[in-house]
């Protein structure tokens, strides 16, 4: 397995030997592979841990077991407490966003602070199946059906494409010890039905489904691919940003195949409702809709007459 994840590491050039790594461990099997690889790889390894107070005693257990192992293997670690509960209901969150948005504003804070090149996280190929039918669910476009990506800014995924079974054997084989996260065996979170319930429902369809299922996602990669390409032909057309403003020309989109996916696609960081973007393509002159990102509104061209939509950035951060 180490050498699979080398490989995978190379491939994507998700990581440079001479520089600093962050990994996210919590002290389960997934994390605690990973965090060995990397070492054994000789890589600049500092262990960051989130102790989110969310189960008791077992939180405890934890974090004493992954600072123990980080001595034990001579690798730095950082601890960060969470009063996660406190923080959903200020922030109006689930526990599971809660927890999100605190970790990963903490790695950053941590990647700043320590010039590392990226923060190394334990998904597997199995969490992969779980998030593509997790967003399934849900409701999604193409890009929800391709999974995770093997890098998403300074977040690298070293172990995507290997299986948990591989991971435990790997861990067994070296006689590694690990903790387990109770609240996984239970089905009160919607990734852990998928988990316990829906895969195992699929299997018993397609014994091979965990074995198919990867295939589909890389298909659903290029089809993402083929798919954002025209998108992007589309808006050097259509879509038009100004010094104050953007301008699309609603007149020449609605003539386009699939319209609406296309505005979409430009408009969605704007937090635009998918229900709402036919509206908006179809609005009259003189319509007007807004939210605390935009403020958008159709008008007449001066020029040509066509019916454009101007959108207003209110957003204060626009990356």
Same mark, same amino acid.
């Given at each position: %397995?180490?050498?699979?994840?080398? #490989?995978?590491?190379?491939?994507?050039?998700?990581?440079?030997?001479?520089?600093?790594?962050?990994?996210?461990?919590?002290? &389960?099997?997934?994390?605690?592979?990973?965090?060995?690889?990397?070492?054994?790889?000789? *890589?600049? /390894?500092?262990?960051?841990?989130?102790?989110?107070?969310?189960?008791?005693?077992?939180? =405890?257990?934890?974090?004493?077991?992954?600072?123990?192992? /980080?001595?034990?293997?001579? /690798?730095?670690?950082? =601890?960060?407490?969470?009063?996660?509960?406190?923080?959903?209901?200020?922030?109006?969150?689930?526990?599971?966003?809660?927890?999100?948005?605190?970790? *990963?504003?903490?790695?950053?804070?941590?990647?700043?602070?320590?010039?590392?090149?990226?923060?190394? =996280?334990?998904?597997?190929?199995?969490?992969?199946?779980?998030?593509?039918?997790? !967003?399934?669910?849900?409701?999604? &476009?193409?890009?929800?059906?391709?999974? %995770?990506?093997?890098?998403?800014?300074?977040?690298?995924?070293?172990?995507?494409?290997?299986?948990?079974?591989?991971?435990?054997?790997?861990?067994?084989?070296?006689?590694?010890?690990?903790?387990?996260? #109770?609240?996984?065996?239970?089905?009160?979170?919607?990734?852990?039905?998928?988990?316990?319930?829906?895969?195992?429902?699929?299997?018993?369809? !397609?014994?091979?489904?965990?074995?198919?299922?990867?295939?589909?996602?890389? !298909?659903?990669?290029?089809?993402?691919?083929?798919?954002?390409?025209? =998108?992007?032909?589309?808006?050097?057309?259509?879509?038009?940003?100004?010094?104050?403003?953007?301008?699309?020309?609603? #007149?020449?989109?609605?003539?386009?195949?699939?319209?609406?996916?296309?505005?979409?696609?430009?408009?969605?960081?704007?937090?635009?409702?998918?229900?709402?973007?036919?509206?908006?393509?179809?609005?009259?002159?003189?319509?007007?809709?807004?939210?605390?990102? /935009?403020?958008?509104?159709?008008?007449?061209?001066?020029?040509?007459?066509?019916?454009?939509?101007?959108?207003?950035?209110?957003?204060?951060?626009?990356?």
């Amino acid at each position: %397995m180490q050498q699979k994840v080398h #490989s995978y590491i190379q491939q994507h050039q998700l990581l440079h030997p001479q520089q600093p790594i962050l990994v996210a461990c919590s002290g &389960g099997a997934d994390s605690v592979a990973l965090l060995h690889i990397l070492l054994q790889a000789g *890589y600049d /390894c500092t262990a960051l841990h989130c102790n989110f107070h969310l189960r008791g005693e077992e939180s =405890v257990r934890d974090e004493k077991f992954i600072t123990a192992l /980080c001595h034990q293997w001579n /690798c730095p670690i950082l =601890v960060q407490h969470f009063d996660t509960t406190a923080y959903a209901c200020q922030h109006k969150l689930s526990i599971e966003m809660a927890a999100r948005e605190l970790r *990963y504003t903490w790695f950053e804070s941590v990647r700043q602070e320590k010039q590392a090149q990226a923060i190394a =996280v334990a998904h597997h190929q199995d969490d992969n199946i779980e998030t593509a039918l997790l !967003n399934l669910v849900r409701g999604t &476009g193409i890009q929800g059906l391709t999974g %995770m990506r093997p890098q998403n800014g300074y977040i690298v995924r070293p172990l995507l494409e290997v299986k948990r079974a591989e991971i435990d054997a790997y861990l067994k084989e070296r006689n590694i010890d690990y903790v387990t996260d #109770s609240t996984n065996l239970e089905t009160d979170f919607t990734r852990n039905k998928i988990r316990l319930q829906l895969i195992p429902l699929l299997n018993s369809i !397609n014994a091979s489904f965990e074995q198919v299922m990867p295939t589909n996602i890389k !298909n659903f990669r290029a089809v993402e691919r083929i798919y954002a390409r025209y =998108v992007a032909q589309q808006k050097k057309i259509w879509y038009q940003e100004k010094e104050d403003c953007i301008v699309i020309n609603l #007149s020449g989109l609605q003539e386009q195949l699939e319209a609406e996916t296309l505005l979409y696609e430009w408009i969605k960081h704007f937090k635009i409702h998918p229900a709402e973007v036919g509206k908006i393509l179809h609005a009259q002159t003189g319509k007007r809709f807004e939210n605390k990102h /935009c403020i958008m509104q159709v008008k007449r061209s001066p020029v040509k007459g066509n019916k454009i939509l101007i959108i207003e950035d209110l957003r204060t951060n626009k990356l």
